[in-house]
């Protein structure tokens, strides 16, 4: 059995895109009456900005691999492939980087984790992340390692 995940959904990613894409052109068309090297930097900015938020990360875990790409479109960017043979549980967490937030992981040895998913901002692990972790503890028979609610 397999599962495949996508990342950012994509209900508002033409919207950003467009808005993204509007405010490049007026820059650089703005930057253009200044100077034409600061007119070709702001414009491959908002250019590079614009490809970064078409990027779709598409997440495939099966039986003996997890393949983890990141396509615009049918374009494929990179390709990353994990041994599932490297993990053996499954633990959802809460914790500080940058915000707070959970994530459901594969855990390895020698402290190797991966994370799978990620929810932005929320003070607990959702009820979305625990039933991620059973899915994979069931199918991929791994084990349940203990859940952390910490900051």
């Known amino acids: 059995m397999n599962i495949d995940l996508e990342f950012h959904p994509r ?17 650089t068309m ?17 250019f590079f900005l614009l490809l ?3 990027t779709n990360k ?23 492939v994990f041994p599932m043979s490297n993990f053996y549980g499954v633990r959802n967490r809460v914790h500080w980087g940058h915000y707070k937030h959970c994530q459901t992981e594969l855990v390895g040895g020698n402290g190797v984790f991966l994370p799978i998913r990620v929810e932005l901002m ?11 972790k059973e899915n994979l503890v069931k199918i991929f028979k791994l084990e349940s390692c203990r859940d952390f609610e910490h900051a």
Do not use: D, F, H
């Not at 200044?34 to 414009?43: E, N, R, T």
């Not at 495939?60 to 374009?75: D, E, Y």
């Open 11 to 27: 209900r508002k990613k033409p919207l950003y895109a467009a808005t993204i894409l509007l405010v490049g052109i007026i820059t």
């Open 30 to 46: 703005w930057a253009t009456k200044v100077s034409p090297i600061l007119s070709l930097a702001i414009g491959g900015y908002w």
């Open 52 to 54: 970064k938020t078409m």
């Open 58 to 80: 598409i997440v495939k875990i099966s039986k003996t691999q997890i393949v983890i790409s990141s396509l615009i479109g049918q374009l494929q960017l990179n390709r990353k």
């Open 122 to 132: 929320t003070e607990k692990i959702t009820p979305e992340a625990r039933e991620l």
